[in-house]
């Protein structure tokens, strides 16, 4: 499989979705700008509150 990969793989995590403006901190400093192309985007959360496979 590694040698079928072409390409580059980014994440970005989001600095303090806990308690909220992680996203906008992001998007004010230029995340778009400096990676304009995006293929897809998989939000996803955790949270030391719920059991494991909540939903």
Do not use: N
Not at 40 to 50: K, Q
Request: proline share 9%; aromatic share 6%; with cysteine.
């Amino acid at each position: 499989m590694k040698d079928d990969w072409k390409g580059t793989l980014l994440l970005a995590g989001e600095p303090a979705e806990e308690i909220g403006g992680g996203a906008t901190a992001m998007l004010k400093a230029g995340l778009f700008e400096k990676f304009p192309k995006r293929i897809s985007a998989s939000p996803c959360t955790s949270t030391v509150t719920l059991p494991a496979r909540s939903p």
